[in-house]
């Protein structure tokens, strides 16, 4: 079993990727067309890694650091 803590540092750590997706989705919308195609192929990307980490979060399995 996985001590609260551990729980309430993996519910900050999502905060902070959500955070940090939300900002790139927005300089995706400033930046130039060439760097445009970068970012529709990493956010996707950066997005499922999100979501595996809150599932493996809700298994207890993620890294506390």
């Known amino acids: 079993m996985i001590p609260i803590s551990e729980?309430?540092?993996?519910?900050?750590?999502?905060?902070?990727?959500?955070a940090m997706?939300?900002?790139?989705?927005?300089?995706?919308?400033v930046v130039g067309v060439s760097?445009?195609?970068?970012?529709?192929?990493?956010?996707?990307?950066?997005?499922?890694a999100r979501l595996l980490y809150a599932e493996s979060a809700t298994k207890g399995q993620c890294d506390s650091h």
């Open 21 to 29: 997706l939300a900002k790139l989705a927005l300089l995706r919308d």
């Open 35 to 48: 760097v445009r195609a970068e970012f529709d192929e990493r956010l996707p990307q950066m997005r499922e």
């Open 7 to 18: 729980y309430a540092a993996y519910a900050e750590q999502l905060v902070r990727m959500d």
